[in-house]
């Protein structure tokens, strides 16, 4: 608005001074014939320099460099607030994460000759690990069980990834086996590589469906595809947590993570 206004403003100073040069010629004519056209034809071509297309081509450049420049400074507030929402979120999963394995650390150990009742299942994470024995296959599942969780405890997820694989390998029908196949999974997400974390998570429905760890496996298939970016996706998974597995803390989590994305829609 400003450029349109200055043009104007220098136009009309254009065609006041052609009036002057105009009564000036007239009397440089007799005197000065080539001095009077000289200076005509330096306002004709001062004017056409205005009027032409040169200078409301910029007034438009300028203005739409400043609509762009609105709409860039808008993404990058948008960027800036998706940004902080991932930081609070990787934040609230490694938390999440540390607190599952402190809880089974907690877990205090079965004594001798006890079994758990088929209709009383463990708490979620807090694995009933038999007592060792000198000698035994379950003693050795449980034995190296316990040693993939310590790597898993201190961050070493590559390493814990191989002792967990190895245990499923030698014991595919073991009592770990879908424990081991959920931390592989943990491990992945933790790392950040979601495509492989889903395909676990997956292989704790598919080959484990009557394992206590088959509504923690279904929620982060959500989270997965939520981090994917796939919202729909990560909805349906969300909403099966909340129908099969009710007044469960997997449940909660999934409302949590299901109100989270209505609020960035």
């Known amino acids: 608005m400003g450029l349109s206004v200055m043009h104007i403003g220098i136009t009309a100073r254009i065609?006041?001074?052609?009036?002057?040069?105009?009564a000036l010629a007239a009397g440089l004519l007799a005197t000065a014939p080539a001095a009077a056209?000289?200076?005509e034809d330096r306002l004709d071509r001062l004017e056409?320099?205005?009027e032409g297309r040169g200078l409301a081509e910029l007034v438009r450049d300028i203005e739409r460099l400043k609509r762009e420049n609105q709409e860039l400074r808008g993404e990058v507030e948008q960027l800036t607030r998706q940004v902080r929402i991932l930081e609070d979120r990787q934040r609230s999963h490694y938390a999440d994460l540390d607190d599952r394995?402190?809880?089974i650390e907690a877990a205090p150990p079965v004594p001798e000759q006890e079994v758990v009742e088929e209709d009383e299942p463990a708490e979620p994470d807090r694995v009933a690990i038999p007592e060792l024995t000198p000698s035994g296959e379950e003693a050795n599942e449980a034995e190296r069980y316990r040693t993939a969780f310590a790597r898993l405890g201190d961050g070493l997820y590559e390493d814990a990834r191989e002792e967990f694989q190895r245990l499923i390998d030698d014991f595919p029908d073991g009592a770990y086996a879908a424990n081991a196949r959920y931390w592989i999974a943990e491990s992945y997400y933790a790392d950040r590589e979601f495509e492989s974390a889903g395909e676990h998570f997956q292989m704790v429905l598919d080959d484990h469906p009557e394992s206590d760890k088959v509504a923690d496996a279904m929620l982060k298939l959500g989270f997965v595809a939520f981090e994917e970016g796939d919202i729909e996706q990560a909805s349906a998974h969300l909403e099966k947590v909340r129908e099969e597995h009710p007044d469960t803390t997997a449940a909660s989590l999934a409302q949590q993570r299901l109100s989270e994305i209505r609020r960035l829609q």
């Open 15 to 22: 065609r006041l001074s052609r009036a002057i040069a105009a």
């Open 37 to 39: 056209v000289d200076l």
């Open 48 to 50: 056409e320099l205005l």
């Open 101 to 103: 394995l402190q809880g």
